[in-house]
């Protein structure tokens, strides 16, 4: 249990279009999920935190315009790169928030997604 | 705030050595601390946690860790290292009760088993 899927998994795309990339708790409802950034050889670096019904909250120095986040559903949580630049060619990666029996939660973690931008 | 620290950017490891991988962090009250591996082009994988309990913990792969808290580390090892450990490990903090608190991750230490 606890998956977590991310599509796609890899998308190259032009400068100055939009992507879109989702993330999905299959097999658990999750009422936050996390996106991370990670640039090569870098660790991770949180960008934003999606809420259910709500809007996201972006860690200081993230474009809230440029990456849009929706979390539609407590299963599906979306992150679009609006006008996208090669500077924003990067790994994204998101996390899935679940509730443990301990009362605590758990974060899971996604495959991940490669953005190239040419 | 909280922080986590990994020193070494490289481990370098024979393969049937031991290995270790270090982390610090710096967190207010009882964390819970994690580590993870990164394989290439790949997500993370969970392989193990500290909640309380046992200072050393036990997780996949044969790996393990210990938690000091005295001098907050929370250092990976494994007795026998294998070829196919070569990955990017993390380690990452989180405070007890912490709400929406996302994990904080190292940087990150590349771990190199020569065969």
């Known amino acids: 249990g606890a998956v977590v899927s991310q599509h796609p998994s890899w998308v190259i795309c032009k400068s100055g279009t939009s992507v879109k990339i989702e993330c999905r708790s299959l097999?658990?409802?999750?009422?936050?999920m996390f996106w991370y950034r990670q640039f090569p050889k870098q660790s991770l670096m949180l960008m934003a935190t999606?809420?259910?019904?709500?809007?996201?909250?972006?860690e200081q120095g993230v474009e809230k315009d440029k990456f849009l986040i929706n979390h539609a559903s407590l299963t599906l949580s979306t992150l679009t790169v609006t006008s996208a630049h090669p500077e924003d060619s990067s790994f994204y990666i998101c996390?899935?928030?679940?509730?443990?029996?301990?009362?605590?939660?758990?974060?899971?973690f996604g495959p991940g997604t490669r953005l190239t931008v040419t | 705030a909280q922080s986590v620290a990994q020193p070494e950017d490289q481990v370098n490891v024979a393969e049937g050595n031991p290995l270790t991988v270090k982390c610090t962090y710096s967190?207010?009250?009882?964390?819970?601390l994690f580590w993870y591996v990164q394989y290439p082009n790949r997500g993370l994988q969970f392989l193990l946690k500290?909640?309380?309990?046992?200072?050393l913990v036990k997780g996949s792969y044969g790996f393990e860790a210990e938690f000091n808290k005295s001098q907050t580390s929370f250092h990976l090892k494994k007795p026998s290292a294998l070829v196919s450990d070569s990955a990017l490990y993390f380690c990452?903090?989180?405070?007890?009760?912490?709400?929406?608190?996302?994990?904080?991750f190292g940087k990150g230490t590349r771990l190199s088993v020569i065969a």
């Open positions: 996390s899935a928030r679940r509730a443990s029996l301990a009362g605590d939660y758990e974060q899971y």
């Open positions: 097999d658990f409802q999750a009422t936050t």
């Open positions: 999606s809420n259910e019904g709500s809007k996201a909250t972006y």
């Open positions: 967190v207010s009250g009882n964390p819970y």
């Open positions: 500290y909640i309380t309990g046992d200072n």
């Open positions: 990452a903090v989180r405070p007890r009760n912490s709400g929406n608190t996302p994990l904080v």
